[in-house]
């Protein structure tokens, strides 16, 4: 029971809060640079500005699943409810970033390619990732125990990170071999300055969200067990 | 070899929850080679999951437990060396034969297949050896699944219910083993509804109420001097 | 030594899980069934035109072939849940990867003969051409079945001691079992028309590089899962 004290001290500090401030105020400045800055488009002309929001969205979801990866063999290594609990709180962050990055891909995408869905290789894999991530959030809501649901959880979250690559190489070669053009999006440079500092800005409330559900995470944990505290009557 | 010397079970504050009931609020108890050990309460008192605890099947969530030196979370693999549980489900294959059922544990336990036929005779099935487990009344999957136990040669008997089911050969076929165990220096720890069948076997009972250990006495012996005080002094010359 | 331990428990278990489903017949029998009523219901879907039939065939034959199996894997533990012998079987000492390493036999066996009678019915029902490949066609259902078999029996050991096995088996397994579908019906399908496009050997090679990674991982983490 080393850990109770640990988690019993749940980390809360104003330093935060500042940050999710600045966070919020990061994004809308790179927002509002990136759209004020950017030339319209030749064929997208103004909807193109969608992509400083996708873009960003889907580096974010790779990152927040990194996380989830990490964490989840450290968990399985060193069996600590920490790493855990913040491999959960990584995956709801990812998992929202993953439906925003499909949802905003096909808004820009009927315009685009002139459907709502094509089943290109980048796009279907993060629609795999999502079917991932949705069944790994759901495993976590029917275990009640949280060692089994640690333990478990950290297996679904590694295999379903180490499983991306291949996902993606197998969509790839699955659509290159049936000869269907794909739609390379090359990018001109007066964009990139946009979507790096939107990159970033994206990083940071990824970062905030993360925090902020690991604590919410561990206030749970923390109430729990103030409640077995009591039940044992102190022994 | 410390664990040699050491206690049977020390089991130190255990407690466990379901969710947010507890089933066990700090169960501290010792037993010693060569003691058998009896656990009453009642319904939902905690009885079969400490003996759980004490198997390796569930972790507790707090305190500490040992069987023969090992921590039962730390060295689960050590403790199961010595531990023979008997569950209240017999755990068998239905699909199987009695005899296949054994041989599929002997196998399991790296032992040698031979001499099971003999196994199944000590518990009285060596009738049925060959028939499937599906047709097996309660009694006989209970004696099915002592035989199985006593293929682990175990140091330590946890025996939820042991009785339940049975008739009075296999009471005594019970007793027998667990007066076995005993005389070659190991304990047992037996929960139990109704001390009846155990007389004369317990040194002890402890009774559980709501989780905790509630009261101690002496075993049936001190109630029912004439059919005790025999086996407790051989119980003692054993030791 | 210990590895010869070990293989000795792969074996009983495999042993163990292979007498009790021959004998009960069931679970199996009503497994077969069920892939071959799906496969006639892709027949309603996509015939009766006989050229839409062949070209589907690949497709129909592992998709039935999944959502059976999906009814296998559960089983597999629920025998063992049923009767409480999970827990004796948690008790013996020594490793634990063994019981995962003994189900995956089984269930590799379960499995082979589902996907050999889903085939033959297959190929009579959507009027397949056997090609000459069809040993390396055999190869790539092998090498699809290990797929399909490791990482249901790996999830079924956590989605059937829940209170949701039914729904939650299939969606941790059906994401992850992407590329096994896509290498083995794309597969099938290019060995079928005579592999003009050099495609089937990439897919094999997809195949067996998925089958590595993951009974690899699936043998380290078992003992983790099955603890819980």
């Known amino acids: 029971m080393n850990e109770t004290a640990d988690t019993m001290n749940v980390p809360r500090s104003r330093a935060w809060t500042l940050f999710g401030v600045f966070a919020f105020v990061a994004l809308i400045a790179a927002q509002v ?9 030749r064929d997208m002309g103004h909807l193109q500005k969608i992509l400083y929001v996708h873009v960003p969205a889907a580096w974010i979801m790779s990152l927040a699943f990194l996380v989830v990866f990490v964490f989840s063999i450290r968990y399985m290594w060193r069996g600590q409810e920490k790493d855990d609990l913040l491999a959960a709180a990584a995956a709801e962050v990812g998992a929202t970033f993953n439906g925003l990055t499909l949802v905003l891909g096909m808004i820009w995408g009927k315009p685009a390619w002139g459907a709502w869905w094509v089943w290109d290789p980048r796009v279907t894999t993060t629609l795999v990732l999502f079917m991932i ?52 999006s090359t990018m001109d440079s007066a964009y990139v300055l946009g979507l790096r500092t939107n990159a970033i800005a994206f990083m940071l409330i990824m970062i905030y969200f993360i925090r902020r559900r690991y604590e919410l995470a561990r206030l749970r944990r923390a109430t729990e067990l103030i409640a077995d505290a009591a039940a044992l009557g102190g022994t | 070899m410390n664990a040699e010397s050491s206690l049977a079970v020390d089991a130190q504050r255990i407690a466990r929850r379901f969710g947010a009931r507890w089933c066990l609020r700090g169960v501290s108890l010792q037993v010693r080679p060569g003691e058998v050990v009896g656990l009453a309460g009642a319904n939902g008192s905690g009885k079969t999951t400490f003996l759980r605890v004490l198997s390796t099947l569930l972790k507790p969530n707090a305190g500490a437990a040992r069987v023969y030196g090992h921590d039962v979370t ?18 068998l294959y239905d699909d199987l034969t009695a005899l296949e059922n054994l041989r599929f544990a002997a196998e399991m336990l790296g032992r040698s297949p031979e001499g099971l036929e003999a196994s199944l005779d000590r518990v009285g099935l060596a009738r049925v050896a060959n028939d499937r487990v599906r047709g097996f009344s309660a009694g006989m999957q209970r004696r099915l699944a002592l035989a199985r136990l006593m293929l682990m040669h175990p140091r330590l008997l946890l025996l939820d219910e042991p009785y339940a089911n049975l008739d009075a050969a296999g009471i005594d076929i019970m007793n027998a083993v667990i007066t076995e165990v005993r005389n070659a220096g190991g304990a047992a720890l037996l929960v139990l509804h109704e001390l009846a069948p155990a007389a004369g076997m317990l040194d002890r009972v402890l009774t559980l109420v709501d989780g905790r250990i509630a009261a101690e006495g002496d075993g049936p012996a001190a109630n029912a001097p004439t059919a005790s005080a025999p086996t407790l002094a051989s119980a003692a010359g054993a030791r | 030594m210990a590895w010869r331990e070990d293989w000795r428990r792969v074996r009983v278990i495999a042993w163990k899980d292979i007498t009790t489903e021959r004998r009960s017949k069931a679970g199996f029998n009503s497994v077969a069934a069920l892939a071959v009523t799906i496969l006639v219901l892709f027949g309603f879907a996509l015939g009766p035109e006989a050229q839409a039939l062949r070209d589907a065939a690949a497709g129909a034959v592992w998709l039935a072939a999944l959502f059976a199996g999906v009814l296998a894997f559960n089983r597999s533990f629920q025998v063992e849940l049923e009767s409480g012998a999970i827990e004796p079987l948690l008790l013996y000492p020594g490793s634990r990867w063994t019981i995962l390493a003994g189900k995956l036999l089984a269930n590799a066996l379960f499995v082979g003969l589902m996907l050999a009678i889903v085939v033959i019915v297959g190929v009579t029902l959507f009027q397949v051409t056997i090609p000459k490949a069809w040993p390396s066609l055999l190869g790539l259902f092998a090498l699809g079945a290990v797929g399909l078999v490791v990482l249901g029996t790996f999830y079924a050991a956590m989605s059937s001691r829940t209170r949701a096995r039914e729904v939650l088996l299939p969606l941790l397994l059906f994401p992850m079992l992407v590329p096994v579908l896509l290498a083995a019906i794309s597969g099938s399908k290019a060995l079928l028309t005579g592999d003009l496009m050099h495609e089937a050997g990439a897919w094999i090679r997809l195949l067996v590089a998925y089958d590595i990674v993951f009974v690899s991982a699936t043998l380290l983490a078992f003992e983790h899962v099955i603890e819980a």
Request: aromatic share 12%; no cysteine; proline share 5%.
């Open chain 1, 33 to 41: 640079h990136a759209v004020l800055t950017s030339p319209a488009d």
């Open chain 1, 133 to 184: 991530f949705v069944g790994y959030l759901a495993l976590r809501s029917f275990v009640d125990d949280p060692e089994r649901r640690a333990q478990w959880s950290a297996a679904v979250g590694a295999f379903g990170a180490i499983n991306v690559p291949i996902v993606y190489m197998s969509v790839r070669w699955w659509r290159t071999l049936h000869q269907i053009q794909s739609s390379p």
């Open chain 2, 74 to 91: 730390r060295a689960a693999d050590d403790v199961r060396r010595h531990v023979g549980f008997l569950a209240h489900t017999a755990g």
